[in-house]
């Protein structure tokens, strides 16, 4: 980082960002984005939610080199990927998915390659000081094969740190990851957010994303649907579903003013409101006013998709992952 340069208002930065993967003869081309405008504040511990297949990996992937976007612009630091691509990435940090072991390295010498790749003088390098940081100081010398998951895990977070990047990106890191490391690794990244990193998350859950950001942005079919302090968001996604099985025999769904209702199997429908502004005892009404006399009724909480259904509200196919 040099010392002159401003501090952005914005750690990341992107506008109208569009990605078309090419397709083959084997199969069409797919749009992965489609026009993403995102800014995530320094400072702060962002996340990046939304199911399987919505554009998160791309989105992380154009802001770390590795794919070419189809159209619009990215900064990172306050540095354009495309003017300044290498002072881009020397302001990132990024831990993948995938634990990518260095099986003739050692800790030590995983990080000293890692930051020789970075053009880190040696005299700059803080090798032991990351290991110590998480927790690998007696491994420091073992090979890397030698590790636990838990702790390759870890080494790829000191990996993505040997340069003292400015902004970090953590990419889906708890997927298959045990209870007691998640705390650990939950405890460094608020760490060094509270030092002064910047943290963007990908997650697919939700109690995740709560639990450790300050802002949720919620991506879908390429898409970025909401993008709220989480407390905000968590109030808008305070909704429950009631499940009401009619009597009789099976017709379509009633449409109910002021709810969004969703067919289930054999007849039942799903009726989605928000905790904050009506009651179970309106929704019957409601639906008992549309004529449908109920046989049964459970109650559960929304799922992830039910979450983007009452973002995307008004937008039938937006909601729809079926529909192109
Ligand atoms: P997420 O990380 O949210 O699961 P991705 O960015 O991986 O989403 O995928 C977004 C969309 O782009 C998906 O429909 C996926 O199938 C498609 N996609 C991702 N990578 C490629 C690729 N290399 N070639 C073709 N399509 C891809």
């Avoid at 590795?66 to 020397?90: L, S």
């Avoid at 010398?141 to 400015?166: D, I, W």
């Avoid at 309106?282 to 006399?293: E, H, N, S």
Wanted: aromatic content about 4%; some cysteine; glycine content about 8%.
């Amino acid at each position: 980082m040099t010392e002159a340069e401003a501090l952005p208002v914005n750690a990341i930065e992107v506008r109208g960002l569009e990605k078309t993967y090419a397709g083959s003869k084997k199969a069409p081309p797919k749009v992965a984005l489609k026009g993403v405008d995102l800014a995530i504040p320094r400072g702060s511990m962002f996340g990046l939610l939304g199911p399987n297949g919505a554009g998160k990996s791309t989105l992380i992937n154009i802001l770390a080199g590795v794919v070419n976007k189809t159209a619009g612009h990215a900064a990172i630091w306050g540095r354009d990927i495309d003017e300044r691509p290498r002072d881009a990435r020397a302001a990132l940090g990024v831990v993948p998915q995938e634990i990518v072991a260095d099986v003739f390295f050692t800790p030590r010498e995983a990080l000293e390659v890692q930051a020789g790749f970075y053009g880190v003088p040696a005299n700059e390098r803080r090798s032991d000081e990351l290991l110590a940081a998480l927790g690998l100081s007696d491994k420091a010398n073992a090979y890397v094969r030698a590790l636990s998951g838990g702790m390759k895990r870890r080494l790829m977070v000191a990996k993505a740190l040997v340069h003292n990047p400015p902004v970090l990106i953590l990419d889906e890191p708890t997927a298959g990851v045990d209870v007691e490391l998640r705390r650990q690794l939950w405890d460094y990244v608020r760490r060094i957010n509270a030092e002064g990193v910047t943290i963007l998350l990908t997650t697919h859950y939700l109690e995740e994303a709560q639990e450790l950001c300050d802002t949720i942005a919620i991506m879908n079919r390429g898409e970025v649907v909401a993008c709220e302090p989480t407390p905000r968001l968590l109030r808008r996604l305070d909704t429950r579903n009631v499940i009401v099985t009619p009597e009789g025999e099976v017709v379509a769904p009633p449409t109910l003013t002021g709810f969004e209702v969703s067919p289930r199997a054999n007849g039942a429908f799903a009726v989605t409101y928000c905790k904050g502004q009506s009651s179970v005892e309106q929704v019957l009404a409601a639906v008992r006013a549309a004529g449908v006399t109920i046989a049964d009724i459970t109650t559960e909480d929304p799922d992830l998709e039910d979450v983007f259904v009452a973002l995307t509200y008004g937008d039938p196919k937006a909601a729809d992952p079926t529909k192109d």
